[in-house]
């Protein structure tokens, strides 16, 4: 067992977690940033219910191309053996957990889950082929002990609020790993009861999140470090969650590398010369503090113009003057306010003259009272030279 009668860390985990807060922050406002169509968002969030679930499974043993996870999970194929009822099961599972966000951690939910993912599992298959599988199983119940201990971890998390969610759900699947649940698909537990938490604090980056497939991907690793775990030994708490932490960041920066993908197809990013590119590639880094500027004194077009900047890259005074059926003094006028409130900057002159996104890594100082509390404590010590918080 990873820990008896407390569940904090024992040894500081702060610079794996901020570095992983910070990149799911970020991340966040990236991604309403470069603001896709809702038909990609969709197509997107489907995507990662489909990796998740064919992950959740392969690391059950239970191994399926993943089109035929797809056509199980769109309804286009309806499952024929175990193996395919599994995927149903698990969806049914996520969907069940979707509709518990407003309740708290408990032993009954624990329950519930079982239901869908084991017992519904091996009963009611008149439909299925049953044959070389395991015969209908009876349901199993937890041993006092786990119970009592799960009921001890439930209220330390509903109650805590000295730890991140991010840091709580990897306590939180590391705990459920080390216990005696039930006998089958112990993993899928962990997983499901984690997204849980995550989704329950809006930490699962708008439904793409999908940690099995780095547990999968690092399963040697993981493994090792379950295997090194020792009866007393609390301190293997604080290494199982910092390696979580990697691996929440590796799933981070996947998605980021998917938002960038977008991106770059929405500003033609293949048809800019070597310094535009340059500047997008830090408009799809820092754009997002665009949104955080207080644009109450900008008028109706000078707010079209911020917002089609963002989304075409660059754009020249007579471009715009065909877009707003205005003479060009007018948006020049508009420019020139952009340029002293530093929204934008010009690059090249004469007809190749092209206004884009203005930023800098350090931002505005007015911009302070939109940053979380680790942001102005990380830009204080980079400023004082400091390497550690």
């Known amino acids: 067992m990873i820990l008896i009668n ?22 966040c406002k990236i991604y309403e940033f470069i603001d896709l ?54 969806q049914k599972a996520e969907q069940f957990i979707n509709e518990q ?55 330390f998390l509903n109650n805590d609020t000295e730890f991140h969610p991010i840091v709580q759900s990897w306590m939180l699947h590391f705990r459920l790993i080390s216990l005696p649940l039930f006998s089958l698909s112990q993993t899928k537990f962990a997983n499901l009861v984690q997204y849980f938490w995550l989704r329950k604090h809006k930490m699962d980056m708008f439904g793409l999140l999908s940690i099995e497939h780095e547990i ?12 090194k775990v020792k009866p007393g030994e609390e301190i293997s708490l604080n290494d199982l969650i910092a390696f979580g932490l990697q691996l929440h960041r590796t799933q981070l920066n996947r998605l980021k590398d998917l938002f960038k993908s977008y991106f770059r197809k929405q500003v033609d990013f293949e048809k800019l010369n070597p310094r535009q590119k ?23 077009r000078q707010k079209l113009i911020m917002y089609i900047i963002q989304h075409r890259g660059f754009i020249s005074t007579k471009e715009l003057v065909n877009e707003f059926d205005c003479n060009r003094k007018t948006i020049q006028r508009d420019f020139t306010m952009l340029l002293e409130l530093e929204l934008v900057r ?36 980079e400023d004082n030279g400091q390497e550690e918080l």
């Open 6 to 27: 407390k569940y904090e860390p024992l040894i500081s985990i702060d610079e794996a977690f901020l570095k992983c807060v910070q990149d799911h922050v970020e991340l």
């Open 37 to 90: 169509p809702d038909q990609i968002r969709v197509i997107e969030k489907q995507n990662s219910t489909i990796l998740r679930n064919y992950y959740a499974n392969a690391l059950d043993n239970n191994l399926l191309e993943i089109k035929t996870v797809k056509y199980l999970i769109n309804k286009n194929l309806r499952p024929g053996n175990i193996a395919e009822k599994a995927v149903e099961q698990y």
């Open 101 to 155: 966000l407003h309740e708290q951690l408990s032993v009954p939910l624990l329950y519930q889950l079982q239901r869908i993912i084991i017992d519904d599992l091996y009963q009611n298959n008149s439909e299925i082929n049953l044959f070389s599988t395991q015969q209908a199983r009876l349901p199993e119940k937890l041993n006092v002990e786990t119970e009592l201990e799960l009921e001890s971890l439930f209220e």
């Open 216 to 227: 999968y991907i690092n399963k040697t690793e993981y493994d090792e470090l379950l295997n």
């Open 278 to 300: 340059n500047i997008m590639n830090y408009v799809f880094e820092r754009g997002y503090k665009l949104k955080e500027i207080d644009d109450s004194i900008l008028n109706k």
């Open 346 to 381: 010009s690059i090249g002159a004469g007809a190749g003259l092209r206004y884009c996104i203005n930023l800098h890594e350090k931002g505005n100082p007015l911009l302070e009272k939109y940053q979380a509390d680790f942001v102005k404590i990380a830009t204080l010590n």
